[in-house]
């Protein structure tokens, strides 16, 4: 992160979150399996660390969504990373259904113990049920909407539409419970915020946008220079700090509010709407940390 960085306040956790934990853990022992939606872009910041308490020995496994606005090879790392840590990891884009069609099977190789145990108690026929969890706006409705072929849950652009519990069945066989989006009180650093404001799971109307965009600007200029240069025809000066980038982009674009003055608002929300699009190109703001 550099030190032009501005320095943002993020309060992210409305009451809601809190009945929402608490709904997601009576609801635990329902199911055999939970799914985990990351967002591909920031596979680490979009893991919540409460669902390692809410799940707690359930076999999980990692859905990487968005992978197709992620670096294919930074996806690649991940990949690699979680296998290592022996969880199974499904690449997915929901928006085409890439990936999609592999999700069945890996959670019944994932509950390969459990159809054996079933079956061998003469209940070969008991749906497997599994919960899907994840923060908010990182694709777990449409996600499903997906997987069971038919508008299941609601689905909206914005954070914490999904607000009580659903169940929808994928098939005969197997029964997906969706949940509520979930973030957790405090995080760790700045850029963990950061990403998640980056990518839309944290309400804009509760972050200064100019702001945001700036550190957006920043970040993009040490992944994807060229992004910004062909996008925004933009040549990234490696001495600006980000409202000056952004002011350039204005500028560029045509965003003027006065003589000499940019529409900073403007381009802040163009910047990141077309982030959030994928329009910028694949890019991905985390590696594995080790």
Not at 22 to 31: D, P, S, W, Y
Not at 127 to 151: E, Q
Not at 263 to 290: C, H, Q, T, Y
Request: charged share 30%.
């Amino acid at each position: 992160m550099t030190d032009m960085t501005e320095k943002l306040n993020i309060q992210w956790f409305p009451g809601h979150m809190t009945k929402a934990q608490r709904m997601i853990t009576e609801n635990m022992r329902l199911v055999d399996a939970v799914c985990e939606i990351i967002d591909a872009r920031i596979p680490y910041s979009s893991r919540n660390p409460d669902i390692d308490r809410l799940a707690g020995t359930k076999p999980r496994l990692i859905i990487l969504n968005r992978a197709d606005q992620a670096d294919p090879a930074v996806t690649a790392l991940w990949r690699a990373y979680f296998k290592s840590g022996d969880l199974p990891v499904l690449e997915t884009d929901c928006k085409s259904g890439k990936g999609l069609g592999g999700f069945a099977g890996a959670i019944r190789a994932l509950l390969r113990d459990r159809l054996e145990a079933l079956a061998a108690k003469g209940q070969a026929g008991k749906p497997l049920r599994a919960m899907v969890l994840g923060i908010p706006n990182v694709g777990k409705s449409t996600f499903i909407n997906k997987i069971a072929k038919r508008k299941a849950a609601k689905v909206s652009d914005k954070p914490g539409v999904t607000r009580g519990k659903q169940w929808i069945s994928v098939d005969a066989g197997l029964e997906l419970l969706d949940t509520p989006g979930i973030l957790w009180p405090r995080f760790d650093s700045q850029a963990v915020g950061e990403n998640l404001a980056f990518t839309g799971a944290i309400r804009d109307e509760i972050i200064d946008r100019e702001t945001l965009a700036a550190n957006l600007m920043l970040r993009l200029r040490e992944a994807c220079p060229q992004s910004l240069a062909q996008r925004y025809k933009l040549a990234p000066d490696a001495a600006a700090n980000g409202f000056e980038l952004l002011g350039a982009a204005a500028k560029n674009r045509g965003f003027i509010v006065s003589k000499g003055e940019y529409d900073l608002e403007r381009m802040a929300a163009v910047l990141l709407d077309e982030f959030r699009d994928g329009r910028l190109g694949r890019i991905s703001l985390e590696k594995p940390r080790n």
